[in-house]
């Protein structure tokens, strides 16, 4: 049977939350993110402010200037956890194969659930109806038959759009498109296909495959078969995963230390949820960090005893983060964080270890229980 993927990708999420949050904030343009007086970054411009040149991963400071009216709000990382559980309660009922991306982003292979709930289109839109009706949300959703060109489908006719792209749509499709909507292409691997006079995925099908190897190494062949519409990689739900991570690539590159912590929290507290409803435990943290130049470098901490305490998962993180910051500091365009060694149990531990251990346990569910019944005004995490 052919694959049939579906990648959502909320609109505005967390100027969206704010709004639903806030009806009077309807049709003004809100940033989400740190304070301008003291280098913080946007996590998320609305549509509204989007207008005005306004865009993630801007300094605060410039997308005021560009929007002198805009609503500036601090990031609620409890309130949109609240939310993205609810959303993605919602996944899970059209599919068992649901691969978070992000707090607002999935991935759901819908291919043997067609029986029963009718074609992927079809499952597309009531998944869109659900997230309306129950959440208050607008989702743009794309349909094909992989996870390259689902995405791909998902990011054409934002906000609110479901765009299907069926097997023989996909080259007329790809061909007149920026080189740039391929996977892994970033500003360093774009002047690299300008330097081939390369601008268009149409122009690089038209490149040998040895010229692309020997241009961009590994990569060269991943651009090459993304390029012809194949991607052969599956959805891989958490409870089946080797790993469970999540990672932000920033539209312009990240200098401010704090900044950067406060995303590497915001990851650490997702993986330690995603852990926690799947019942794993993980014992090996690693950071991925990227710089401008694609340089990309990954530090590792295995801890003696598996674990799914964000409190542990945040200790391991940040120490990593610490131990690089004051040796080979330079800003990045990416940061990642990845927990593995998935397991059920957490190993032998010594009595006062143990009792550690599950005191944060059961401050962790308690957190999550709190968030999932009255959101983060009831209870909030230390560092955020």
Not at 33 to 58: L, Q
Request: glycine residues 8%.
């Amino acid at each position: 049977m052919d694959r049939q993927i579906i990648h959502v990708d909320m609109d505005e999420f967390f100027a969206a939350v704010e709004k639903i949050d806030r009806p009077e904030l309807a049709g003004k343009p809100l940033l989400v993110g740190g304070a301008a007086d003291k280098r913080g970054v946007v996590a998320t411009a609305s549509y509204e402010a989007r207008a005005f040149g306004c865009h993630s991963a801007m300094p605060m400071a410039k997308a005021v200037r560009l929007c002198p009216q805009a609503i500036v709000l601090p990031v609620r990382g409890q309130r949109y956890g609240e939310i993205s559980d609810s959303i993605f309660d919602i996944f899970h009922r059209f599919s068992p194969l649901v691969e978070p991306l992000s707090i607002d982003e999935a991935f759901l292979d819908v291919t043997g659930c067609q029986r029963l709930l009718g074609p992927a289109e079809e499952i597309a839109r009531k998944i869109k109806q659900a997230v309306r009706t129950e959440i208050g949300l607008t989702a743009s959703l794309g349909v094909a038959p992989n996870k390259f060109l689902a995405k791909l489908a998902s990011d054409l006719k934002k906000p609110d759009g479901l765009v299907v792209i069926r097997p023989a749509e996909v080259q007329a499709l790809l061909d007149n498109l920026p080189v740039t909507k391929l996977w892994g292409v970033g500003p360093a691997a774009a002047k690299l296909f300008t330097r081939l006079n390369v601008r268009t995925i149409g122009q690089l099908r038209r490149v040998g495959l040895d010229v692309m190897k020997s241009t961009f190494g590994s990569s060269g062949e991943h651009f090459w078969d993304l390029a012809h519409g194949r991607d052969d990689r599956s959805v891989e739900p958490d409870s089946q995963a080797k790993s469970i991570g999540h990672e932000d690539t920033f539209a312009v590159d990240i200098g401010d230390l704090d900044d950067l912590r406060r995303v590497l929290l915001g990851q650490v507290e997702q993986v330690g949820r995603r852990l926690r409803r799947h019942e794993l435990k993980a014992r090996t943290v690693t950071l991925k960090l990227r710089y401008g130049d694609f340089t990309t470098l990954t530090r590792s901490r295995t801890m003696p005893t598996a674990t799914s305490t964000t409190a542990a998962l945040w200790q391991a993180a940040e120490e990593l983060f610490t131990a690089w910051a004051g040796k080979d500091f330079r800003p990045l365009r990416l940061l990642g964080m990845t927990a593995s060694n998935l397991g059920t149990g957490s190993g032998q531990l010594s009595l006062f270890d143990q009792a550690q251990a599950d005191k944060q346990e059961k401050l962790d569910k308690t957190l999550d229980d709190i968030t999932n019944r009255f959101g983060n005004k009831a209870v909030r995490r230390g560092g955020e």
